[in-house]
């Protein structure tokens, strides 16, 4: 009997216990995440948090010895006040670690029916140590990012631009000639397949992020500028050492690359807070005291900068932020929250120039703004949106129409005046080389990736080429200035760009042009015409395009034209022709597109099958999605890099996780030139 009765009180201790375990918190988690690394003294916030029945509790340890959050009130249902709805959350920001190694975070999270433990593992990197022998650091670091570039790429741009004899290329790129060549991966801490935020953040702040986040961890929050933060690399160099930060891109600067190197925020699409923050955390005073020190901004994306009762601006309250929380401007010591930030109304232009940046709206205001004395500071905004692609530049430029185009693409945007990447760069390089602490310059060729979602190969093709002068500008300055390093890379590949043949048909172009419309053979026992046009292996040959003075080909359309496929394609039709028009930007605000006609007559459409020159072509089921767009690929890029005064170049040959390139570039910034492989084990 006493048995039984033992037996039955155990089961009901069991059953009890199981409730208990069942009902506490869930999906706790704590950031960092389990092998995120850090520089010494590198700052990032830790966040515990999870869902369960208030009141919440929670504590935290750092290697054994309790450590105090800086917001999230114990046993309070409403912990910190940023958490979304059904989530406590408790901070400690700003935190950093003085000392190399392997550091445990464990935190415990408490609601009214248990506790939850959860633990992570960090590692701690210290640049500053020096190897064998005198160490010469660098001194400026550019990295130069062709969105969406892969190895297809820059080899369709060579052949483009130089062409092959004999098997022998007739010249190389910029970007080809440098020493240090090498391999990166380019996953996000979420997928296999990284988006354009995380991918340009694993360079800027060593650590992984969620898709679509960048300069922050995931979390559950009510506005995705509370996220919990990583310091970017800029905002260290600035605080250490003085460095300032130049940004250049081709892209609307709310767009993702620029901003992951100087905004935190989990959401990359919610523009006002974006661009807000560019200005309100670049520490114009030079105080180093906090923020990124941005001296230069250049790009696209005048819409984010216009206060809201100007027509075509895109500023919304719910794409901003009023004011960040207490304890996060206190950690990251930033300063108090500025006037009009994360409003409508707020004219960011002008509170730019108050903090004396010089501005630029076009290409001649550019010029003009750098034949005087050089700025301190340079704002240049030369578009609503995206700047437009570099042969829709070119074609305004010479003043000749694309074939079966009514109007400039430039001129339909309202931006008739904007200039090439490489003078864009040019511009950046000469302000910021007045800073005598050293900068850290991002160059961004955007279009690669956004002509390669559209499967526009000889847009992309364009960009690649735009891009590749760029660099050239870099290596120039690299070499004038000496102690710099220079980096080509991508974030990621887009498309699967392949090479894949040549045009090979009687006739050339003009009897392609000729063709009848294939867009009705759609059963795989017939051969489009134009399908039948792609010479395969010998009967590719080796084009041969005619290159002006101004660097680009004077038409892509030539006799034995080469051509592109897409491995990660979407459902189009492809023509082999170029198109008279690119594709519109999707992020211009509806009623700039209205107003000028851009989905008229004048030939523009939202989709690439939606063109009349696409839908002549044959039919491409693609391998995903439906009609739209081409997508990311996992596929590795190319890294090439290049010093002057070191031989940090050294550190990128061979293969290299994305997060890898960060500590490379800082261990040659703090610690010195490259080295033994005996002192990479931790960079690699």
Not at 6 to 29: C, D, K, R, Y
Not at 487 to 497: Q, R, Y
Request: proline share 5%; hydrophobic share 40%; with cysteine.
């Amino acid at each position: 009997m006493k048995v039984k009765v033992f037996s039955t009180l155990l089961g009901m201790a069991a059953a009890l216990a199981a409730i208990a375990a069942s009902a506490a918190p869930s999906g706790v988690a704590i950031v960092p995440s389990d092998g995120a690394r850090f520089l010494v003294h590198q700052r990032f916030d830790i966040r515990v948090e999870g869902q369960g029945t208030g009141p919440y509790s929670a504590k935290l340890w750092i290697d054994g010895q309790p450590a105090s959050f800086t917001s999230g009130a114990q046993g309070t249902s409403t912990t910190d006040g940023i958490s979304a709805a059904g989530w406590a959350g408790f901070n400690l920001r700003g935190s950093s670690l003085a000392h190399k190694g392997w550091h445990t975070l464990k935190a415990e999270l408490t609601d009214a029916t248990g506790t939850t433990t959860t633990t992570s593992r960090i590692q701690i990197l210290d640049p500053f140590e020096h190897g064998k022998g005198e160490r010469r650091l660098t001194k400026n670091i550019v990295i130069m990012l062709g969105d969406g570039m892969g190895v297809a790429h820059r080899t369709a741009a060579r052949i483009v631009r130089y062409g092959v004899t004999a098997g022998n290329p007739n010249g190389r790129l910029e970007m080809e000639q440098f020493p240090g060549t090498g391999l990166v991966s380019t996953h996000s801490l979420n997928s296999i397949i990284t988006d354009s935020a995380p991918g340009m953040a694993c360079y800027s702040t060593g650590n992984h992020a969620f898709n679509g986040q960048e300069g922050v961890y995931p979390a559950h929050i009510t506005n995705p500028f509370f996220a919990p933060r990583v310091e970017y690399m800029a905002e260290y160099l600035h605080r250490t050492k003085g460095t300032v930060l130049g940004l250049v891109s081709t892209a609307d600067l709310e767009d993702a690359t620029p901003a992951a190197n100087a905004v935190h925020t989990a959401n990359r699409n919610n523009g006002t807070g974006v661009v807000d923050q560019y200005l309100d955390e670049s520490d114009p005073s030079g105080s180093k005291a906090y923020g990124t020190g941005l001296r230069v901004l250049l790009g696209g994306g005048r819409r984010w900068f216009l206060p809201a009762t100007t027509l075509y601006s895109s500023r919304t309250a719910s794409t901003g932020y009023a004011g960040l929380p207490a304890d996060l401007i206190s950690g990251w010591g930033l300063p108090a929250t500025p006037a009009g930030q994360g409003t409508p109304t707020r004219d960011l232009i002008a509170d730019f120039k108050a903090k004396g940046f010089a501005y630029a709206a076009s290409h001649t205001d550019l010029n003009s703004t750098l034949s005087g004395p050089t700025p301190d500071k340079l704002l240049g905004l030369f578009g609503y949106g995206n700047m437009n692609v570099a042969l829709d530049k070119v074609a305004k430029r010479r003043g000749v129409l694309p074939a079966g185009a009514s109007t400039f693409a430039v001129d339909d945007y309202m931006a008739p005046d904007q200039p090439m990447l490489d003078e864009m760069a040019e511009a950046a390089f000469k302000v910021l080389a007045r800073h005598q602490d050293g900068f850290v310059l991002m160059i961004e060729g955007a279009h690669i990736d956004k002509q390669s979602h559209l499967m526009d190969a000889d847009r992309a093709i364009g960009e690649t080429l735009e891009f590749d002068r760029a660099v050239g500008v870099a290596r120039k300055w690299a070499d004038k200035l000496g102690d710099t390093t220079v980096l080509v890379l991508a974030d990621h590949e887009c498309s699967g760009f392949s090479l894949i043949g040549a045009l090979s048909l009687s006739g050339g172009i003009s009897a392609l042009k000729s063709l009848p419309s294939d867009s009705a053979a759609l059963s795989p026992s017939v051969i489009p015409a134009r399908q039948n046009a792609v010479g395969t292996y010998d009967l590719a040959g080796f084009p041969n395009y005619q290159i002006l003075g101004d660097g680009y080909p004077a038409t892509m359309d030539i006799d034995n034209k080469m051509l592109v496929g897409f491995g990660a394609n979407s459902d189009r039709y492809e023509s082999w022709l170029s198109k008279p028009t690119p594709v519109i930007d999707s992020l211009l605000p509806s009623e700039f597109k209205g107003s000028i006609g851009i989905l008229g007559t004048k030939g523009y459409a939202t989709i690439p099958e939606l063109r009349a020159i696409d839908q002549n072509g044959f039919f491409v089921r693609g391998q995903l999605n439906g009609e739209g767009q081409a997508v990311h690929t996992a596929a590795d890029i190319p890294v090439s890099a290049y010093s002057t005064g070191n031989k940090a170049w050294l550190r990128f040959v061979g293969s290299q996780r994305n997060t890898d390139v960060f500590f490379k570039l800082m261990k040659g910034a703090l610690g010195g030139e490259a080295p033994a492989d005996d002192e990479m084990e931790d960079y690699e």
